[in-house]
């Protein structure tokens, strides 16, 4: 949710909302629908019983969620910093 609204989403949106807020806009690689939608059932679950997850759900879902702000934040920059350097030279 955070990172959808810090991309322009507007605040108070569904989990699902936000997710299709990023698919939309390109922000999920194409082959990350799926783990995304994961995630939001796991989360869902989560919401609605009290019952704890494997470490190995949470490994997954740590693995995505880092994957994900690396595709969003970080390779951006790393691009950015690219393109000055090449018109640098």
């Not at 299709?20 to 690689?29: G, H, K, R, S």
């Not at 949470?58 to 390779?75: D, G, Q, V």
């Amino acid at each position: 949710m955070n990172i959808s609204v810090s991309e322009g989403a507007k605040e108070g949106a569904s989990f699902g909302q936000y997710v299709t807020y990023l698919e939309e806009n390109n922000y999920i690689p194409p082959n990350g629908k799926k783990w995304v939608d994961s995630i939001r059932k796991l989360g869902n679950e989560a919401n609605h019983k009290i019952e704890f997850k494997t470490p190995q759900e949470a490994e997954r879902i740590l693995k995505f969620t880092e994957m994900l702000l690396r595709f969003i934040y970080e390779l951006p920059g790393i691009m950015e910093e690219t393109e000055i350097q090449t018109e640098n030279e």
